[in-house]
């Protein structure tokens, strides 16, 4: 605060009479005293022991992460209560096993530790984690199938990233080679793949913040998961409209690539639910899924190629644009199936979000400017087709992956 | 978020059974190894896991599924240890009439226990301690038992035995408020194995709270011609009784979260507490337990015994056996009975106890008699 008003001498000079210049730091300074003072006060004082009634302080843990190996279970736990925790005991399957927490002692607030327990645990099968703090509250931790936690490995990156392509990249690049035959559309045909893309994207951001708040609810609750989700989402979409918006509204390959990169971060999000699952031990992902997937994406690679119709990208521009819209699939499966924290999942999917709501406004921008009118897009009749076909061939493809 | 299993995984109740089942065996065969690994002439009493020893003596036969951490006896004010043999005979005097008077002074109190290493219970307590003091008298004898009440809620001692309707400890009848004071007056008898807890409601909050006890009556021998042998070795005090080593055990368990099913079981009140420290026997010496279930919430518990056999005196009511030759027997809320058994033919070893019920077991009540050879 201060430096602005010396390094702005002229707005020192106009706007305060010499000889206050430090006023307004005083004005800063004073509130903060006061907090400080209160602060001390309540400490010092502790005026809020009339309240202590006896009750136990409030307890809360989230398992972060659960980590299956062949030396058994560690988990990663944050510590949510009213006070630093202590976990006492750890049972599995109702019956008290040893364990070592990394670092020992107290869980201060917001703060995790490493639990391992020499557990074996039964491929296949269920297991039930629970914990016990000194004051005797309990957390259950379910592990519904354990299977083990799949480690980084050259193996193990190179099959997921084929999958990953399968599911990301390859419907993304055989959308776009529609592109040849689409280029001859004529004004109707465009109105109906643009309003189709939006479509497509209306039910990509409702399933993204969908995914981002199931996450979400998964975190712990210092994270506040629903307002997180939302600020990331509307950070995200202001970021991404005020970089697109420096030279105007986006047209041709700009916008196309803003497409590519929403439905890239739409496609990160299926990839962390993909490696989530083979996380948890739900790895009965058939051949039958991957083709829902492959069909489910197709359109994704339409909606890229619809404002490039009539500009003439160079072929690698093609290529780009597949990938970026297509390999957040692979990183999604990588990071997903790490198990990492659900907290950085739903801010992936909400950056994600974010970006999908800002192509929607583009791409209706320019079927709105293409058209002459707010009004004129929406009732035109290759515009009405488009959105529902968008939207309805999403759905109906989305009941091949959903179970 | 997607689903990708074709069915609810949080009905795990059907794998449960099969889990259970199969921790079972691998429990037994480790304790199988673990008694043929177990190194002979085990001299030194009762702690084995210091931690200089890169393998303590308990962990040889339940590997690593056992509570993590030691229980701080000092602070607790009770060491479930000495509790085995810490019987509480009162002070006795003699009555105008020649009969004896036993006087037993009991206090309610209010205090925090730990009840596993590190979890700390807000228990209820006759004389600050769980299970309260093993009150031992003998047959025929004029029992004085002057209860105050220091707690925070009134209590009773109700004692399970004969006595008048006005002694019962329920309410109206011996249930006083937190600081009155009142006095249990009646017969030591029948002789037997018995118990004694607060009858103040609700009931299963004041007995899971902590508040019960032994009440041991001995028979006295001069009643019991026929059988006047049996009868002296229970007797307290003489030199047959001398030769038993005779251990006091409730089978007890706490509901820390208060949601009416048990976190913790134990044998009296800590987790794990003889299995970290075995109970020392010396082989020549049989083995008398004066056993009792006051396990709330779950309708029975039991108790099994590794490698051997035992009669069963129920109630501890008779002097000859109600159950001979067996390894198991199972008991009700309040149901109590004696156990006798000998590992004079044994070899020296570790040898475990414990439930039946592999989830009480699991859950903290096991524990493991170090039989030794005698020592001069």
Redesign the interface.
């Known amino acids: 605060m201060n430096e602005n008003f010396t390094t702005d001498p002229s707005a020192v000079t106009v706007a305060l009479p010499k000889g206050s210049r430090w006023q307004p730091a005083i004005w800063v300074i004073l509130p903060l005293a006061v907090l400080a003072a209160a602060i001390w006060w309540l400490t010092a004082t502790n005026p809020l022991s009339r309240f202590d009634n006896g009750a136990p302080p409030v307890e809360s843990l989230t398992v972060e992460r659960t980590i299956l190996d062949h030396n058994g279970l560690r988990l990663l736990v944050r510590a949510g209560g009213s006070e630093p925790m202590t976990i006492a005991q750890v049972q599995v399957d109702a019956a008290y096993w040893e364990f070592v927490q990394e670092p020992s002692g107290q869980i201060a607030r917001g703060e995790t530790a490493w639990l391992s327990l020499p557990f074996p645990w039964v491929t296949g099968e269920a297991h039930l984690v629970t914990f016990v703090t000194n004051t005797g509250a309990t957390f259950d931790h379910p592990i519904p199938v354990a299977v083990a936690t799949p480690s980084v490995t050259s193996g193990n990156l190179v099959s997921q990233a084929i999958l990953g392509a399968f599911v990301g990249i390859l419907p993304v690049a055989i959308g776009l080679m529609f592109y040849p035959a689409l280029r001859g559309a004529g004004p109707a045909t465009m109105d109906f793949l643009l309003a189709m893309t939006v479509g497509l994207l209306g039910f990509l951001i409702v399933d993204t913040l969908e995914d981002s708040l199931e996450f979400a609810s998964q975190a712990a609750a210092i994270f506040q998961g629903q307002a997180m989700v939302v600020l990331t989402a509307a950070a995200s979409f202001l970021i991404l409209m005020a970089v697109s918006r420096r030279q105007g509204s986006p047209t041709g390959v700009a916008l196309a690539t803003y497409i590519a990169l929403g439905i890239g971060l739409h496609n990160l999000g299926e990839g962390l639910a993909i490696g989530a699952a083979f996380a948890a031990g739900a790895a009965g992902l058939g051949t039958f899924l991957v083709i829902g997937f492959t069909l489910h994406n197709i359109t994704e690679g339409i909606g890229i190629a619809a404002p490039i119709l009539k500009v003439r990208p160079p072929l690698w521009a093609f290529a780009a644009l597949a990938l970026l819209a297509g390999g957040p699939a692979v990183v999604g499966i990588w990071i997903g199936s790490l198990a990492y924290a659900p907290q950085w999942s739903a801010l992936a999917l909400a950056i994600g979000a974010g970006a999908i709501l800002q192509v929607i406004l583009e791409v209706g921008a320019l079927l709105v400017r293409s058209r002459g009118g707010a009004s004129a897009a929406l009732g035109s009749m290759p515009v009405l087709a488009g959105l529902a076909v968008g939207v309805g061939f999403m759905y109906l493809t989305a009941m091949l992956v959903k179970i | 978020?997607?689903?990708?299993?074709?069915f609810d995984?949080?009905r795990?109740g059907f794998?449960?059974a099969?889990?259970?089942a199969?921790?079972g065996a691998?429990f037994t065969a480790r304790t199988a190894l673990g008694q043929t690994a177990h190194p002979a002439g085990h001299g030194g009493g009762t702690a084995q896991a210091d931690a200089n020893s890169v393998v303590p003596a308990h962990r040889v036969a339940h590997?690593?599924?056992?509570?993590?951490?030691d229980v701080d006896d000092v602070r607790n004010g009770f060491d479930p240890t000495a509790m085995l043999t810490d019987w509480d005979t009162g002070t006795v005097s003699t009555l105008p009439d020649g009969r004896r008077l036993r006087t037993f002074e009991v206090t309610a109190e209010d205090k925090e226990i730990e009840i596993?290493?590190?979890?700390?219970?807000p228990a209820w307590t006759f004389n600050g301690r769980v299970p309260g003091p093993a009150l031992r008298a003998i047959e025929g004898e004029q029992l004085r038992i002057v209860f105050r009440n220091d707690g925070s809620h009134p209590h009773s001692m109700h004692f399970h035995g004969i006595h008048a309707a006005r002694m019962d400890g329920v309410p109206g009848a011996g249930l006083i408020g937190p600081g009155e004071e009142f006095i249990y007056e009646f017969e030591a008898k029948p002789f037997g194995c018995h118990l004694y807890h607060c009858h103040a409601l609700p009931l299963a909050r004041h007995i899971h709270k902590g508040m019960y006890g032994l009440f041991v009556v001995d028979p006295d021998p001069d009643r019991h011609p026929d059988l006047a042998d049996v009868a002296r070795s229970r007797l307290l005090g003489t030199p047959e009784n001398a030769r038993w080593q005779e251990l006091a055990m409730v089978m007890n368990a706490?509901d820390?979260?208060f949601d009416g099913e048990n976190?913790f079981y134990a044998c009296n009140t800590i987790?794990?507490c003889y299995a970290e420290k075995p109970i020392r026997i010396e082989k020549h010496r049989p083995v008398r337990v004066y056993l009792v279930n006051i396990t709330e919430f779950d309708p029975i518990n039991s108790f099994h015994l590794h490698a051997n056999f035992f009669d069963y005196y129920d109630q501890g009511t008779t002097l000859t056996p109600t159950l001979k030759t067996v390894d198991v027997i199972m008991q009700c809320q309040a149901q109590r009975g004696i156990l006798e058994f000998t590992f004079a033919d044994h070899e020296p070893g570790l040898y475990m106890f414990h439930a039946h019920q592999s989830?009480f077991t699991?859950?903290?009540w096991m524990g493991m008699f170090d039989v030794v050879e005698a020592v001069s």
């Open positions: 978020m997607r689903s990708w299993l074709p995984l949080r795990r794998l449960g099969g889990l259970l199969a921790g691998a590997g690593a599924m056992i509570t993590v951490g596993a290493p590190g979890v700390m219970f706490f820390t979260t976190e987790a794990h989830e699991e859950l903290g």
